[in-house]
């Protein structure tokens, strides 16, 4: 396990190093001028816009820039925003609470939901409750998560007025009101991405049941359900892992635009502003993070693959 571990830390820097780069390269690819934006169109000479730009060393190569941003963020420093001046930093720090409430609420249901149905399916593959579960996740996936939420804010929130009209409150506030108004934005992000967890896992199921050594212990007269929750069910984590990893992206990626609906202060909100202000110190801030939190968690389901099948772990 210990090889394992070290060898996850390791991979995870080059991926670390390629997200940045990416992250940091994509906002050169955004046509107008950053120093244009700030100046306004009124203001916006050549001159003022030279001045600006070595203000805040616009103008300096791609690599020397490149280095400096990689030698703040080692550091914690992310930069300042070019609109408001506040530090990068505080800005997520204070969105990041409301995102991660939101895709950890997400997760929640859509794992439950998820391996529920593969179960459900997986222990009658070929039968018409298989047939039935594959069928409703099929149409889960394909239900845009933006239009169910407004379908559920319209039911739950005007017409029977039982779920808050401004969902997010910090749980520091209060827990209650933080556990409620996650609920309905949890149950719209968590729905589409349940159905990839449910046939990942009601394909592993499938295959664990209809193996020879679940054969000998049926003859052996082990009970059915210590067969399926003891040696099927342990035996489908691995693929379920799987998919969980990639949900947590997915997720993530969704939630973006889930805020929106939900009046999520987040990074979703965030970004959105600070990409149509060409505000690239929070652009890149944000990207970074998020693509931080998917590699760690994408590190610690690995490392979960171990404890759970020692053939994953490393000679």
Known sequence: MLKLIGYRLVLAVPQLLIVSLLV?????????????????????????????????????????????????????????????????????????????SLV???????????????????????????????????????VPEFWLGQILVVVFVIQL??????????????????????????????????????RQTRTAVAEALSSRYIDTMVAAGVSRRRILWTYAFKNSLVPALAAIGLAVGVLFGVSLVMEKVFSFPGLGTLMLQSVLAKDFPVVQGVALIIGVIVILVNMVLDISYGLINPKARPA
């Open 161 to 198: 007025h039982v779920a808050p009209v401004l969902a997010w409150t910090p749980p520091s506030q209060d827990v209650s009101k933080w556990l409620a108004g996650l609920v309905l934005p949890a149950i719209a992000l968590g729905i589409g991405t349940s159905a990839l967890i449910a």
């Open 24 to 100: 940091f390269s994509l906002t050169y690819l955004v046509p107008g001028s950053v120093a244009a934006a700030i100046l306004g169109d009124a203001a916006a000479t050549p001159e003022a816009i030279a001045e600006v730009e070595a203000h805040l060393g616009l103008d300096q190569p791609f690599l020397v820039r490149l280095f400096d941003w990689y030698a703040a963020a080692v550091q914690g420093d992310l930069g300042t925003s070019l609109l408001s001046g506040q530090p990068v930093t505080d800005m997520i720090t204070q969105r990041l609470p409301a995102t991660l």
């Open 104 to 142: 950890v609420g997400g997760l929640v249901v859509a794992v439950i939901v998820g391996m529920g149905l593969g179960i459900f399916a997986g222990i009658r593959a070929g039968q018409p409750r298989d047939r039935a579960v594959t069928g409703l996740t099929a149409f889960m996936q394909s």
